[in-house]
């Protein structure tokens, strides 16, 4: 029987990691995501601890990311994933390495105070998966084993993603969440699509972020953060935008308006 | 709200391992288990080799097998999950692990030749799942780290699972693939877990209507309908909203931004 190929729009799905301490976790996510058949890797401003391993860590150095090299302990718990390693981007923000995503999704603990909807891997996965088929780039995002990810990198992405589990007990440490979400992608790669949503089109993290900002311009320029709390009111707008699956027409329709306003307001200031 | 209550259905699920040479491991799939409301762990013939943080390991005595104790390198790795170690049952051969078992899954990788159907967790989960529902026992059989099952176990397994992933590289090992079935296992069970996830205050159909009714007034008044459809960007604007599960809180942002730029926007047509 031929061997069986896999899908070439898995290359649209990365794994970010993000401000990871140890570097055997890297070459263990390195392995969980090749065994899945994923390989773009991501690394935003790792900070790696000393460990018996490694001698002396390599410092990342936001300044000159492209300095940076993994410790060989990295490759040696990579195993036969080590080409994943060899091509891992490592960017010094977040931001950078969601850029030219439409989906991203934040994984985090039930237990954080968060007001956005959170998807099972299980749920998320089929549009994850549509996405990537269309040719865009959609991206799971894991923080720190200690902290995880910071309230200001789950901003960031426009989806929540939580692994359930035991209320009473949940212990799954960067490599196994890693793996779960890599076998979930996996396990729903040979699921035929019925129909495809409305995924045409969606805004990328950038194009948001920029339409926001223009938001936040008017505002100011409008006098409506007077006696109003400014970076509470755009966070809350922030998030209002992700949770929207904007397509470019939604924000070319919102930024034409913002002109529109910003003339009607200048014309009364000169 | 109350916390949700794991079903106790899940006892009569065993995870079984066979003849596992790491005492880590034996730690590292207690942890697993835990974390996905699974306790009942069966060990088969422990085969415990000598590693940097055990002096000497316990030996298993076929013949006396209740002299057997776990190496405490198991009990840490085992963290929070110490009890399922502690209430873990040490059994001689796999047919005693099985006795009492009406459903019981061989872990096997693709590669082995073996003429019986294969089934992938997510296909097996649901039948195993009702078993246990309805007060059987059921098994999930692991082999050796290096080795896997031998054909005589896999022999009295009544069924045949396999974790698929990529045919050009496959590495999986058995922590991990632990985590994987536990999570296969509880992803279908069926605990609403939506307790920790914070009440939103959701806006209602009406006053979404009504803060978008305004937005139209709004941009009718700036002159942003002059030579473009209003209609069809009307329902592109309450489609976007209608996706972005506002809040009441974001309605009164909204509204009270409109209600800002219309009065600059009045200022300048006096």
Same mark, same amino acid.
């Given at each position: 029987m031929k061997k069986p190929e896999l899908p070439a729009y898995l290359h649209n799905i990365s794994i970010i990691l993000s401000r990871t301490s140890h570097p055997a976790n890297i070459g263990s996510a390195a392995r969980a995501m090749k065994t899945m058949g994923l390989t773009k890797l991501i690394l935003v401003a790792p900070n790696l601890m000393q460990t018996p391993m490694t001698a002396e860590p390599p410092k990342f150095n936001k300044q000159q990311p492209n300095d940076f090299s993994l410790p060989e302990e990295s490759f040696i718990l990579a195993s036969g994933a080590r080409d994943v390693l060899e091509e891992a981007k490592i960017v010094s923000t977040l931001a950078e390495a969601l850029a030219n995503t439409t989906l991203s999704c934040a994984l985090t603990? $039930? $237990? $954080?105070?968060?007001t956005a909807p959170m998807h099972t891997p299980r749920e998320l996965t089929p549009s994850l998966l549509q996405a990537a088929q269309t040719g865009q780039k959609v991206a799971l995002v894991f923080g720190n084993e200690t902290f995880g990810l910071s309230i200001e990198e789950v901003q960031q992405c426009n989806r929540l993603i939580t692994i359930n589990g035991n209320p009473d007990y949940f212990s799954l440490n960067l490599a196994q969440a890693v793996q779960v979400i890599c076998y979930e992608l996996f396990s729903q790669v040979d699921v035929s699509m019925d129909h495809l949503q409305q995924v045409a089109n969606l805004a990328t993290h950038q194009q948001i972020r920029s339409m926001v900002f223009h938001l936040r311009q008017l505002m100011d320029y409008a006098g409506f953060f007077n006696r109003r709390n400014e970076n509470r009111l755009m966070r809350r707008m922030t998030a209002m935008f992700d949770r929207a699956s904007l397509s470019t027409e939604d924000i070319d329709i919102l930024r034409g308006f913002y002109n529109t306003i910003s003339q009607q307001i200048h014309n009364q200031h000169d």
């Open positions: 603990s $039930r $237990r $954080r105070e968060l």
